[in-house]
């Protein structure tokens, strides 16, 4: 599998060590808009399944070109640049997962009433394609093992298996 995983921060650079890891992953390309983060991110993982990409996260184009024959982009960017990467995922088709929920990317949010169970706007053209868009999956881990996790495994035909990387730290400690 080859994945694009936009954002080399704080969230992206953990999710690259540990995709580095997996046999199933053949390539991550590591994107940001600075370069010099990716590399160093790249430096310290140490695997050459890791390749930096410089790419401008509120540019479809931009994104489209770092994913291309990406089988899913892992967007870990501020919230503000989700449709352009969901955009870009469609262009490539790639599946997309993000870990953060936004309001405004579901049906019902003009409204000011999105009700459970609402639709990603962009939900019918990722199954026109056969693809998945999953958000959210970054919540409290409960809620995402638990009750996520059933209710989209209920929905699909087969599920191979279901992996969680679960962390806490603990503040507690002077």
């Known amino acids: 599998m080859k994945v694009l995983v936009v954002g080399a921060g704080g969230q992206g650079a953990p999710c690259a060590s540990v995709l580095a890891r997996d046999n199933n992953i053949k390539e991550i390309r590591l994107a940001d808009i600075d370069l ?12 050459p ?3 930096p990409i410089q ?12 994913a291309k024959g990406a089988d899913v982009i892992i967007d870990l960017v501020t919230p503000i ?6 955009k870009a995922a469609l262009r490539v088709n790639a599946h997309y997962v993000n870990t953060a929920w936004e309001e405004y990317l579901y049906e019902g949010y003009e409204e000011h009433d999105v009700m ?3 639709k990603l706007k962009m939900h019918d053209d990722f199954a026109e394609k056969g693809l998945t868009a999953i958000l959210g999956c970054g919540m409290t881990s409960g809620f995402a093992s638990n009750v996520l996790v059933r209710y989209y495994s209920d ?5 191979e298996s279901v992996r969680l990387r679960l962390a806490k ?3 507690s400690i002077s």
């Open 55 to 66: 790419a401008d996260a509120s540019d479809v184009d931009e994104i489209a070109d770092a």
């Open 155 to 159: 929905k699909l035909d087969t599920v």
């Open 49 to 51: 399944k890791i390749k």
């Open 81 to 86: 640049f989700f449709v352009n990467i969901m």
């Open 116 to 118: 459970l169970g609402a």
């Open 36 to 47: 010099n983060i990716c590399k160093k991110v790249a430096s310290k993982i140490g695997s």
């Open 169 to 171: 730290k603990d503040i």
